[in-house]
């Protein structure tokens, strides 16, 4: 079982509909991420968040807004997307400390969304 | 950017087998990381490796850590249905931040016929 917690699993959503994706972990984990991964292909990282504060911004349109409320949950809010942003939307968390900045992501199992 | 070249890119293996995949790197990284993801799910850490020459066991699962800190191997020995899935290796640096960006390698698409 992932300790990265993800909902929903899946969602369907139409063009104009606004929906937020939710991670939850409680590892007490300071840095958090939102990757976008097409089948078959390697994760790609979209924001970072340390320490609550966005540390990384990957060139993301707009139209995706993170948001982190505190230390274990983070938001990936969404608004007039396009057929081309359907993908599977991962989050991963990892310890974000200096003393622990060489340790590995971890990650939910992704909530798979589709663009109508 | 930073680019992995992870090969082969898929592989067709009978049970039992054993398999070996790879990732190089023009860059330096300060960890190397290896990945499976099943099918619906994220990717689970299978090995994490920290220093260079590391050589790593988890199981049927060896993985080591170049000694120019710019490859790393993934053997899986004595293959099962459940090895089927795709491996990714990712490079992390530290570069001052407290979190390590990760460059993932393109994936390794295993399949293991009974």
């Known amino acids: 079982d992932t300790e990265v917690t993800q909902t929903p699993k899946h969602l369907v959503m139409g063009m104009t509909n606004k929906k937020s994706l939710k991670c939850e972990q409680h590892m007490g984990h300071r840095a958090m991420y939102w990757y976008k991964q097409k089948a078959k292909k390697p994760p790609e990282l979209m924001f970072v968040y340390s320490y609550e504060k966005l540390s990384i911004n990957e060139s993301v349109p707009s139209r995706f807004s993170p948001e982190c409320p505190n230390s274990s949950l983070l938001n990936l809010h969404l608004h007039a997307l396009q057929p081309e942003d359907s993908a599977l939307y991962l989050c991963?968390?990892?310890?974000?400390?200096?003393?622990?900045?060489?340790?590995?992501?971890?990650f939910g199992d992704g909530t798979r969304l589709s663009i109508l | 950017g930073q680019q992995l070249n992870q090969s082969p890119q898929s592989m067709f293996i009978q049970e039992g087998e054993d398999v070996s995949m790879n990732c190089t790197s023009s860059?330096?990284?300060?960890?190397w990381l290896w990945y499976k993801q099943d099918p619906g799910e994220g990717p689970v850490l299978l090995i994490a490796?920290?220093?260079?020459?590391e050589l790593t066991s988890n199981g049927r699962l060896t993985a080591q850590f170049g000694i120019t800190r710019k490859d790393s191997f993934l053997n899986i020995s004595a293959s099962i249905p459940s090895d089927v899935g795709i491996y990714f290796c990712?490079?992390?640096?530290?570069?001052?931040?407290?979190?390590?960006?990760?460059?993932f390698g393109q994936g390794t698409i295993l399949t293991v016929h009974p």
């Open positions: 490796l920290y220093k260079a020459g």
């Open positions: 991963a968390s990892s310890p974000g400390t200096y003393r622990e900045s060489n340790q590995p992501q971890h």
């Open positions: 990712a490079g992390q640096g530290a570069g001052g931040t407290s979190y390590g960006k990760l460059t």
């Open positions: 860059s330096i990284f300060n960890t």
